[in-house]
C-alpha cells in the first residue's frame, strides 16, 4: 500500500531526524510504502503544486497512491522564484524581502489550496487526510468554499495543542520525539490502525 505525504518540517522531522517523523513512524509500523515529500521551510502553494504534481504522475504510472496525507503549513508562506531560477521559502521571519502572505489573502488561497486538492483526490477515488498544524485565520468561514471543505476529512492537530501539552522541541513549536509519536497515535486512531507502542511516552 502506498501512502503519500507531504507538508513541512513538521512532517519532514525536523529536531528529530526524517526517520523519526510521524509519516515514516505509520508507513513503519503498518508496512507500507512511504512517499514523504515534504520540505523544511515549504508552505502551503510549494505542497499543494508539488503534491498534484507528484500524484498525477504516480496515478499516470499505475502506482496510484491508496492513502495520501496532507499537512498544511503556516498561510504566510509562500515560495518565490527570481528571474534566474532559484527558488525561496519565504515567511514571516525568512526573505522577507519578496512579501510572505499576510491575511487574510494566506488562509483564503490555503482554504483553496485544500479544496482544488481535495476534488482532484476524490475525483481520483484516492482516500485522504489533511491538518492545518497552524491556525488559519478566522476570515476564512465567510467565504463559500469553507462551507464546500469536508470537514470529516480534516484530523484535529495543532500547535497550539501541543505546546500546550509540552510536545515540542522549541520556540517555534516543531514536534518533539514524543510529539511526533502523539501525531502518529492520533493519526492512527483515525485511519483504524493499531495503536503505536511508544515506552517513553505517557500521553498516548
Not at 518540517?9 to 515529500?37: C, M, Q, R
Not at 504516480?58 to 532559484?86: A, T, Y
Not at 467565504?143 to 495543532?158: A, F, G, H, T, V
Request: proline share 2%.
Amino acid at each position: 500500500m502506498i501512502l503519500y505525504v507531504n507538508g513541512c518540517s513538521i512532517t519532514h522531522g525536523y529536531l528529530v531526524g526524517f526517520e523519526n517523523s510521524w509519516a515514516n513512524i505509520i508507513a513503519k509500523n503498518n508496512d507500507l510504502d512511504l512517499i514523504n515529500e515534504s520540505q523544511c521551510g515549504a508552505g502551503n502553494d510549494f505542497i499543494f503544486h508539488k503534491s498534484l504534481e507528484s500524484i498525477t504522475k504516480l496515478i499516470d504510472e499505475n502506482k496510484k497512491p491508496e492513502l495520501v496525507i496532507i499537512q498544511w503549513s503556516g498561510p504566510n508562506r509562500r515560495l518565490h522564484c527570481d528571474i534566474n531560477g532559484n527558488y525561496y521559502y519565504v515567511n514571516l521571519t525568512d526573505y522577507l524581502k519578496y512579501q510572505p502572505k499576510y491575511e487574510p489573502m494566506g488562509s483564503e488561497h490555503t482554504l483553496h489550496y485544500m479544496f482544488s486538492l481535495q476534488e482532484f483526490l476524490k475525483v481520483n477515488r484516492v482516500k485522504y487526510y489533511f491538518f492545518n498544524y497552524m491556525d488559519l485565520d478566522y476570515s476564512i468561514k465567510s467565504l463559500n468554499i469553507y462551507n464546500k471543505i469536508d470537514w470529516e476529512s480534516n484530523i484535529e492537530i495543532n500547535i497550539n495543542y501541543l505546546k500546550k501539552i509540552g510536545l515540542v522541541a522549541d520556540d517555534f513549536g516543531h514536534p518533539s520525539l514524543d510529539g511526533q509519536y502523539w501525531i502518529a497515535n492520533n493519526i492512527s486512531k483515525k485511519l483504524g490502525y493499531n495503536k503505536i507502542d511508544y515506552v517513553n511516552k505517557q500521553l498516548l
